[in-house]
């Protein structure tokens, strides 16, 4: 049971003192009677028609959440209906996360939207209750299990916008989760509603335009197989300009023993870039035989945000992959929600792969016993071996021109319980590493703000209110330590808190861990270093005088 | 600024303070939690103006500055955010010793108001920046390809 789920004593003290929507201090109205509106900067895009259409998904049309007419399918009601009673039977966990409430709100003030936003729809507890009102109209046994529990409503078009503006103002972070004494996942119930909310046409772009293009290239940005080629490359030169060293990655060669897989991020965007030329370095430094897909070429999967079966389809192509190039097994880059899926699911799902092998470190002789069911091992358990093996050269000095903080993402803390390695490998490869507040790290970390597909730029108000929790975090020990950067092991984070920082917390940046390590080591026949993978200057190192051991 | 004021703020301060941040954080839909991260961070912002307007001639611009910054994501409008200011004449209105001091007051808020219009669109036209930067900083590759 969580260490960190209150008292009774102090639930009740709480329930007493505070002032709580659930004790109906709100002068004679109902909690759902709170007025939302949708403005600009308070809602994602819906998916184009062009997108669709592509998916096959239902209802493709142009509108707006700020239109009159949303453009609903006839009989939309009970379509939501069905989907939910089916939903209901199949996932226990979900009729669970439905009945088990005893609305002690412990939650409450645990979801970075409600500290970020002030809006008690923020609650998770509220957040769930927006189903459960419906649930319980619906279901009317159920009202009589929970008797003392009021409030049942009709499913009507009122409710219907506040579930689209809710549950995507929920990152699926589960920090609520955390301190729930009853363990409801509210992320759970954001999952289910967001997928039948996709029945009625109600959606996201950023998500559905990425899920169409992973479909139909494999990644998100739908870059053709030559273009992802063409830019790994250029990193290698990139590579070769600032260390002297010229790796040698190799693209869907059959027989390697290793399949790497990262996000397109680190392939595309700035800053992620870094972190592949610091994998890149890695896998060079120790000798790896691995290869990189160009079929799977996108680790992260917005099919996650989707539905189960979109999840399901694009997951697939790691395991074919792996099997058409004759791997051993599956090395994976730094991301969140890929995790979640690989832990999580993936063997299940698309398992079991009992064509690859137990891994096994090819440098030091690690098995990854973790990693049995899925064959799939994390890049930072990966390394953090290699470094207590002592495998690496490392030259944490030359990291000395950061002083870093650690994010902890919350797909692979609170969805692995990955604490230590990252810490580990950071604590090898700075001289400067301090904690955020104990409350806001490892599984009680705060969401970026802009998980789960709601990276959108018209989203950028919102998302910079749900990340403010995280943002005033990195602000203590900005003032208290002169940390000024953000080291982070998830995709979406690269992308997401650069201009969280720049808005709370200019003169921050963000780091990927590999990116770090790739600075550091020391490699065969490099030329000396000046200047780390971003061509910025090393402190200590100028003029190429380092000052060796 | 007038030793009057200084004298006020001094003896009333907590007082002021309370009354004024009270208001700030009724700002939201429902009122904002003091014990919040951004709860604090609103009063951290607030009591630095405060100190300002007792103790300088000089604007508090790095309190005022923190404050638009919170207030130029919220979904509520700009003149509600701005209100904020009028709040504090008003409760500091309350405590004015005399017609001079009460005009003083007056002066240096609209003062006070006009650098937070100025700061909350700075803000505002940050977060545009922002959109710019990161559809930029999400293509990076393909745009460095399209200029060499
Ligand atoms: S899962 Fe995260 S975002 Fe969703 S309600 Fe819980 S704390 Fe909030
Ligand atoms: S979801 Fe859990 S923590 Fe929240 S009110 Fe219900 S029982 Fe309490």
Known sequence: MSKYLPKQSELVKEFEEKP?????????????EMPFEFREGNFCFPAKPEVIKDLGFPNPRKWQPTDDDWKLPDGWQKILKDAMKERLKKYRSLKLYLDSCVRCGACADKCHFFLGTGDPKNMPVLRAELVRSVYRNDFPMVEKIL??????RKLDEKVLREWYMYFYQCTECRRCSVFCPMGIDTAEITIMVREILQLVGLNNNWILAPVSNCNRTGNHLGIEPHTFVQ?????????EDVTGVKVNPTFNRKGAEILFITPSGDVFGDPGVYTMMGYLLLF?????????????????????????????KLNAKMYHEAKRLGVKWILGGECGHMWRVVHQYMDTMNGPADFLEEPVSPVTGTKFTNARATKMVHIAEFTADLI????????PKRNDHLRTTFHDSCNVARGMGMFEEPRYILNKVCNSFHEMP??????????????SGINAEEYMEMRMKGGFPRANAVRHVREKHKVDSLVTICAIDRASLPPLMRYWNPGVSVYGLHELVGNALVMDGEKKRTEDLREDPMAGFEDGEEDED | MSTTWERVIAERRHDILRRWQEKGLGLFAEKMSPATPMGEAMADAMEMILDGFATGDDLPREGISRLARILAVQSFRPS???????ALRDVLLASAPDRDAAEVCRKRIEAMTFEAFDSFMEHREKIYQLKVEESRDRMYMQLRRSVS
């Open chain 1, 231 to 239: 830019n790994i490359e250029s990193l290698v030169d990139d590579i």
């Open chain 2, 80 to 86: 509600r955010s701005l209100s904020v200011f009028t």
């Open chain 1, 438 to 451: 104990e409350n806001t790290i490892r599984e009680q970390t705060f969401c970026c703000g802009s998980g």
């Open chain 1, 388 to 395: 207590k093996n002592g495998k690496l050269r490392l030259d």
């Open chain 1, 284 to 312: 060079h430094h120790i000798g790896l035989d691995y290869t990189i897909s160009t079929y799977a070429s996108e680790g992260g999967n917005f099919g996650f945000f989707t539905s189960n079966d979109m999840m399901k």
């Open chain 1, 147 to 152: 008797k003392g529990f009021a409030g049942a």
């Open chain 1, 20 to 32: 709580s929507v659930l004790k109906g201090d709100y002068e004679g109205r109902e909690w759902w």
